[in-house]
């Protein structure tokens, strides 16, 4: 600000102000200086701060701030700006705060400490899903060059606003960690705030460790009321103080001191002109100076050198009306002349970024004209310079700002029509056309908001299309940025643009227009909208642009937990396709497509299969992206259907050819074969050809890693296969696969419980991985944590309720296949321990149809082990020739087992053995197989079987001494407590 004084012209005779310059110190605020003051000390000190500074237009905000911050040494003062439209532009104002951050870190370091910074900072950028980096602007192509990402299709909405709400949390942790300055960041307009910025903002101050401040500043009305709401739903993470001042109005007293404070002592009728002051603007501090100046405009207010006072002429110098900051403004604009007002309206319209080499590009102003201009406007108090913070202070750039926002809408407002309408088409086709590869992603947002506030000037056919693809770009980015709302706005707009367009001739753009505005409509939750749209593409989309839609409308069916509808889409796509699939096939279905599969691979050996050449179907291609969404619906919700669909696969890959993706059907089948037909060898070899087959096309992908944790213990250690998921988890979040990356803590958590470790050890695991669902959204996996963590802990206690199954089940949870099977086995784990052998054979009848997951190794595995342990309890009871059946079948598929993978299966095929032979009064070779598994187990680490063992032989005395039996059973109790249960 200049100070009174600093400004003179001559008239010949005397120097004499010509004009009235804003006062550079504060007046009348002592009271909000203080509390200001107590905030920066607080912030000093090492302490964040949030201070709130409200007040209407004019009274003082700016000023105040300017004048205390900007002389504070080793302070660093960022601001910012809300304005009209900011709902428009998701994050904006955050991603200016990072740009300018890392502008002023590549001003503190070198090339080289800087790309070091980035490389650490890669790991958080790399969580990202490719397309959503694309569309921050700060992210640099250095940034780029991290790990392999996915695609945001494949990240479930809710799940890509988590990520990106991390993402920016966790970089401003680093970044201001980094920098390690103290940082001012004044907001201003908080009015015009748009919700999404305001409450990450919040996140993000809530949780950065490095001192910071944030000044929010703005007419009072509803965005207090959200800080007041924000804070408390941040109060567990805050670690900052709260200030809060209100500007009011001055008194009539007070306003006598403040033009006595302009004008000098020397004010002839000083009462009166207060009086006309305060009737015309009342106690607002920039309408009083705004009153003074068109007084002194008007030569109703002059100075005389001779006598050195203001003169005011009473009769001439009342005004017949109160008038508001935007009123006198507008009267000051009035009195421009022309070229200041023909760059104010363009200004009014470009909003942000105004700056002479812009105002140069799109006006016919040169350089020097437009910096004249710029300077002549910012004296007369219509816009303001910005300032950038630097690591040697503040300084001023090039570009400039409104210093009043309800100033620049009331000259857009005298504007309107062509003329505006004119300046926001230049500015638009500017941003589209700047570039020669096309609009920068930067751009797009701000291209797209003037673009559509042109829409009533006519435009030619290639501009409608052109126009209604920025509007799709828009939408999608707004999507990406997970703010849906904003992103239909842009379809609506988009539409405007598309009315003229036809099917015929412009197919491709509309198809594109349709099918992100069905994706939109859909996560807005507009049901009747989205169906709208799809049979508009039904009716006029080609079969390329129809997939493209109906793909979207599977992915999103399923990430929005409607797995049944996703299922419905995929298998009509796939039918489209040419590929026909029963909707319910039952074990014969699978049956059949194994024997078709079986007789295909029959006529190959391994080597030929993966000699296969590479497919060169497209329609296949497509099919391929089809059945790995289908997995996903089907792995829990239909296993026979994901048993039909991998073998279908299978055989495509077998009569067409190999690609990328085809591991995936050899690894299935080779599961199938263990799981459904016990023949862990040949599963073995043609899940671990599907592994190889991945390294043939380079894919190195978390699914890849995921799927070979599975079949890993067909032939080696189950317990190695706990490190495989956490890599398979972390690989695949990386990819943006979060579906695939829940999918593999709920096998982790099985894992863990059928090793026999302590139950607390598996309930941390999966409370810890209920925490990774929870983060990525994946309702259904963690209501499958947080049944198994129930379950355990009833089991713990030797109870169990079936309240929560119960509601499970009524809710139609999608994963109710797999939940309500490890929930059995759970049951029937607890109904053997307590002996409770009715209880127990009926888990078992209602397992035979339930348990039936042809994908899920755990599922066969431990249910058979129990049922064994059982039909062993009711050979003790009674000799049952139907049971002694069972337990035989039960014995030789534990016995191919073990031979196969002799680490995962031989510990409990011999506790089986055992136990059996007791039965049999066999207790020579009893005793030692039940020494063996006790033996076997311990190398294993599971506590549970060595328990077992020990209380099968604590019952043997034949050969054995009645001390020894005990020492067995008083092991065998310490192992059951180690283990977790203390009513054993």
């Given amino acids: 600000m200049k100070e009174y004084g600093s400004s003179y012209q001559s008239d010949g005779r005397v120097n004499y102000p010509h004009q009235l310059e804003a006062p550079k110190e504060v007046f009348g605020r002592d009271k909000e200086l203080a509390i200001i003051q107590e905030a920066l000390t607080t912030l000093i000190s090492g ?45 904006e104002l955050l991603n200016d705060l990072f740009d300018r951050l890392l502008q002023f870190m590549r001003d503190m370091k070198s090339d080289h400490e800087l790309s070091e910074w980035i490389g650490k900072m890669n790991p958080i950028v790399a969580d990202l899903p490719n397309e959503v980096v694309h569309s921050i602007p700060f992210l640099t192509p250095d940034f780029h060059r991290s790990a392999k990402r996915g695609k945001a299709s494949g990240v479930a909405p809710t799940t890509n606003k988590m990520l990106l709400e991390s993402f920016y949390i966790d970089f401003a ?43 929010l500043s703005g007419r009072s009305g509803e965005w207090q009321g959200l800080r007041e709401e924000l804070l408390q739903k941040n109060a567990e993470n805050a670690k900052h103080a709260q200030f809060a001042i ?8 007070e306003v006598n001191g403040f033009i006595r404070f302009c004008l000098g002592n020397k004010v002839n009728r000083l009462d009166e002109l207060t009086e006309l002051t305060y009737q015309t603007a009342g106690g607002n501090p920039k309408s009083l100076i705004e009153t003074l100046r068109k007084l002194i405009r008007e030569n109703k207010l002059q100075y005389d050198p001779e006598t050195e006072q203001w003169m005011w002429d009473i009769d001439k110098g009342w005004f017949t009306s109160k008038m508001s900051i935007v009123s006198l403004f507008l009267n000051k604009y009035e009195g421009l002349d022309e070229s200041e007002k023909e760059l104010l309206r363009f200004c009014a319209c470009l909003g942000t970024n105004i700056n002479a080499a812009l105002i140069t590009k799109l006006m016919r102003f040169n350089t020097s004209e437009a910096n004249q201009l710029l300077e002549r406007l910012m004296e007369k108090g219509f816009i303001d310079r910005d300032e950038v913070t630097t690591q040697y202070g503040n300084v001023s750039d090039g570009n400039y700002h409104f210093s009043s926002e309800d100033v620049a809408e009331g000259i857009r407002e005298r504007i309107k029509g062509e003329a505006c309408c004119k300046n ?27 673009v559509n506030k042109s829409s009533s000037l ?34 609506k707009a988009g539409e405007n643009f598309a009315q003229e367009l036809n099917w015929s001739e412009d197919r491709e753009v509309l198809a594109e227009l349709y099918t992100e505005a069905y994706h939109l409509a859909r996560l807005n939750n507009m049901d009747e909208a989205s169906l ?35 299922l419905s889409v995929g298998l009509e796509i796939l039918e489209e396709l040419g590929i026909k699939l029963p909707t319910k096939p039952g074990r014969i279905s699978v049956l059949l ?96 050809l599907g592994g190889q087959l991945a390294e043939k096309y380079g894919n190195k992908s978390g699914k890849v890693l995921f799927g070979k944790a599975i079949y890993w213990p067909y032939k080696h250690a189950l317990k190695d296969t706990l490190e495989w998921y956490d890599l398979a988890r972390a690989k695949q979040y990386r990819e943006g696969d979060y579906i695939g990356a829940a999918e593999a803590t709920v096998n982790q958590s099985l894992t863990m419980m059928s090793l026999g470790g302590e139950l607390d050890s598996v309930i941390e695991k999966a409370n810890e991985n209920y925490g990774f669902c929870e983060k990525v959204s994946a309702t259904d996996f963690m209501s499958f944590q947080k049944m198994l963590i129930r379950n355990i802990q009833q089991l713990k206690k030797g109870v169990y309720n079936n309240t929560e199954m119960d509601r499970l089940v009524s809710n139609d949870t999608t994963q109710f296949v797999m939940t309500s099977s490890v929930d059995l086995i759970l049951q029937l784990k607890l109904a053997y321990l307590k002996k409770d052998l009715m209880r127990a054979l009926e888990l078992i009848e209602d397992g035979k149809k339930l348990v039936n997951n042809l994908t899920g190794l755990y599922f066969k595995t431990e249910y058979d082990f129990y049922a064994a342990l059982t039909y062993i309890m009711a050979l003790q009871k009674r000799n049952g020739l139907i049971s002694r059946i069972k337990l035989n079948k039960q014995l030789k598929k534990f016995n191919k087992w073990a031979v196969c993978a002799p680490d995962s299966y031989a510990h409990k095929n011999s506790l089986l053995m055992g136990l059996n032979h007791l039965n049999h009064n066999n207790y020579s070779q009893g005793i030692e197989e039940l020494n063996k598994a006790k033996d076997l187990a311990s190398d294993q680490g599971n506590l549970l079987v060595q328990a077992m063992a020990l209380d099968g032989l604590s019952k043997c005395m034949e050969g054995r001494s009645e001390a020894q ?12 407590r180690k283990w977790g249960i203390d009513w054993k």
């Fill in 47 to 91: 302490k964040s701060v949030c201070l709130e500074v409200s007040g209407e237009s004019g009274m003082g905000k700016t000023h105040l701030k300017q004048k205390v911050f900007s002389a504070q040494p080793g302070i660093h003062l960022f601001r910012f700006s809300f304005y009209t439209g900011s709902e428009l532009r998701p994050y």
């Fill in 246 to 253: 209100k500007l009011e109005q001055f008194t009539v007293n």
């Fill in 458 to 491: 006519p435009m030619t056919k290639d501009e409608r299309r052109s126009y209604t693809h920025l509007n799709v770009l828009a939408a999608k980015k707004a999507r990406l940025l997970t703010s849906f709302r904003t992103g239909y706005k842009y379809i």
């Fill in 593 to 688: 497509e194994f024997l078709k599969t079986r007789n295909m691979l029959n006529k190959k050996t391994l080597e030929e299969v993966y000699e296969l050449p590479q497919v060169s179907d497209s329609r296949l291609e497509k099919a391929f992206q089809v059945f790995f969404w289908l997995y996903r619906a089907t792995q829990y919700l239909a296993p026979e259907l994901n048993g039909v669909l991998a073998l279908k696969q299978l055989q495509l890959m077998l009569k067409h050819g190999t690609n990328g993706e085809a591991w995936s059907g050899l690894m299935a089948y080779g599961v199938i074969i263990g799981a459904g037909m016990n023949d862990y060898e040949t599963a073995f070899k043609y899940a671990d």
């Fill in 965 to 976: 039996c005990l020492q067995d059973k008083e092991v065998s109790t310490s192992l059951y």
């Fill in 173 to 215: 942790q680093e970044i201001f960690k980094e920098i390690n300055r103290k940082f001012v960041l004044l907001i201003d307009n908080m009015s015009l705030y748009d919700r999404d910025t305001l409450e990450l903002l919040y996140q993000i101050f809530s949780s950065v460790e490095a001192p910071v401040m944030i000044v």
């Fill in 532 to 566: 709208g749209y799809m049979n508009n593409a039904l009716q006029h989309f080609s079969k390329e642009a129809l997939f493209e839609i109906r793909f979207v409308q599977m992915v999103l069916e399923i990430q929005l937990g409607k797995l049944s509808k996703g």
């Fill in 424 to 450: 926001h088409r230049t500015i638009a086709n500017y941003l589209i056309n700047r570039s020669a590869t096309g609009i920068s992603d930067r751009d797009v947002f701000e291209a797209a908001a003037h």
